[in-house]
């Protein structure tokens, strides 16, 4: 679960976004969706082009980031915000819910055993009118992560399911 949205810099990479037609670095690689990492700015860009039109496009991005996991980012909302289709409370809507649903400890009866991924992406903005939106997101997505649990069906024991 997210819980760490930040007002304050860590030692995590910082993960900015370098628009395409924006001005940026040039060490970051042209490519959609890449991630340039500078370790001695503690700096990390990922590259998004032109195709990235709408907030849905955003979302893929948001998933991109989410699933990808390298290492520990902070992610730097404010740059995720520079485009003309969104502000920061949707930037912020869009990692905390996204985060809680890829992270989400459902119930399940069978016992895998998966691997623990240790990687954390919190959020840095260092606007603080924006920590109650975020602390009223973060409760919303862990109330819906508790409804997800609820709605699974346990294996019905009598039968093969189990």
Known sequence: MISNYKTLRNDDMLLKVA???QEFCSCVATTHKYITEDFEKNIAHIYVSKEVKDYYGFLKIVDH???LKRRNYQIDVESFASLPFLSIEEVLRAFITRIAFFDAKLYSAKKETKKQNKVNLSLYLEDESYSKFAKKLITISENVTK???LQITP???ATSEW
Do not use: A, D, F, L
């Open 65 to 67: 980031i989410i699933n």
């Open 19 to 21: 628009y395409e037609g």
């Open 155 to 157: 294996p019905n024991i």
């Open 147 to 149: 409804t997800r649990n």
